[in-house]
């Protein structure tokens, strides 16, 4: 593959993004790091590049504490260095995990718990592993049957690969780094801090799932769910543990005026990961009349995103998307929406028989 300006890819992200139906913690550490000659090896592992000499520190404590929360499991959304109601949820559900005051501000003894004596950076410089610059690549067309003819649904190029790798979106990777910037193998950008995840070996995964993980940067082992919590006045995710502790908290689309969200409690039955996708027009009131039934592969850019955790309420789950910068910005057709990284990482999470309590 060879390089793309950062900017020139933006255009065509934009015009190729269109909205799609939806239907059917552990603290993470960054990892120490290993040998030049095994990260290059690995299409996964970015190899973090010095800064430049005489480069001044960088101060973004807002683009710092994103970063920090990811890593707690206190999910911002999109990494963009903004303050925004997804960024105040978060700092709100970190101090309620820590029993700090509950203001949604970025005070300074919240500062001192999330980022501790020694805190990561905001950003960092890493090299493309040739590996993760492959591809392939696809040319997501809007209507589902059409969808339904490709061999997979994956990234539409490097750039938005790129972005879900760090937990962003493409327009935040363009605002990091120099005009003309250039992305492809071995070519060195600068990315919000998310630290690298190696390859997890899973027991019975045929569908590729311990790498999804690492190309979302997302740990395997999490702590794990007693029971989980969908506020739609918040439009948040909550999971507790068994004493009733809040560890983790995500932002959420649910529901619409065609497709509420179905209020009381529910069970999850399980979980799909890397999930085929059974479109069913006649479940979608906004549906063309001339769709017919069709069955579409995994991947990031399906409907569902790369997990599905069904519910015992027919036809709603909890799931992926294609569009995370639309997470909390629009509707759903009654199921929940979240970021892919924040999916997967709820997939490792919860299990079959965990309660669902969806409240207004």
Not at 143 to 149: I, R, S, T, V
Not at 309 to 335: A, F, M, V, W
């Amino acid at each position: 593959m060879r390089p793309y300006v950062l900017s020139a890819l933006i255009a065509l992200c934009a015009t190729a993004c269109n909205s799609q139906p939806s239907s059917p913690a552990s603290r993470e550490n960054p990892q120490p790091q290993q040998p030049q000659a095994a990260r290059q090896a690995e299409p996964y592992a970015f190899a973090i590049q010095p800064e430049p000499a005489g480069q001044p520190p960088r101060a973004e404590s807002v683009l710092q504490a994103q970063v920090a929360l990811d890593r707690a499991g206190f999910s911002p959304g999109v990494i963009d260095g903004k303050e925004g109601m997804s960024f105040t949820d978060a700092v709100r559900g970190f101090q309620q995990s820590r029993d700090l005051p509950e203001t949604g501000k970025y005070d300074e003894a919240t500062a001192r718990a999330l980022l501790g004596g020694n805190p990561q950076p905001a950003t960092w410089l890493v090299r493309i592993p040739d590996g993760f610059a492959k591809g392939p690549f696809f040319a997501i067309p809007k209507d589902l049957n059409e969808q339904a003819k490709l061999p997979a649904l994956g990234y539409r190029n490097l750039l938005e690969k790129l972005a879900e790798r760090f937990h962003t979106r493409p327009e935040a990777l363009v605002a990091l780094n120099p005009p003309n910037t250039k992305i492809g193998p071995g070519a060195v950008i600068r990315v919000p801090a998310i630290a690298n995840q190696p390859v997890a070996r899973i027991e019975g995964d045929d569908r590729g799932w311990g790498e999804t993980l690492a190309s979302l940067a997302v740990a395997a082992d999490q702590t794990q769910a007693d029971h989980i919590i969908v506020d739609k006045s918040e439009g948040l995710l909550k999971v507790y543990d068994e004493k009733d502790k809040l560890i983790a908290q995500f932002p959420a689309t649910m529901g619409s005026g065609h497709d509420p969200l179905p209020i009381g409690d529910w069970t999850i039955k399980g979980i799909s990961r890397n999930p085929d996708f059974h479109y069913n027009p006649a479940l979608f009131w906004d549906a063309d009349k001339s769709d017919g039934k069709a069955l579409l592969k995994p991947g990031p850019n399906g409907p569902v995103g790369v997990a599905w955790i069904d519910l015992s309420k027919p036809h709603y789950g909890i799931h992926g998307t294609p569009e995370p910068q639309n997470i909390g910005r629009t509707e759903s057709h009654g199921c929940i929406r979240l970021t892919n990284w924040d999916a997967a990482r709820l997939a490792q999470m919860v299990k079959t028989g965990v309660k669902a309590h969806f409240q207004p």
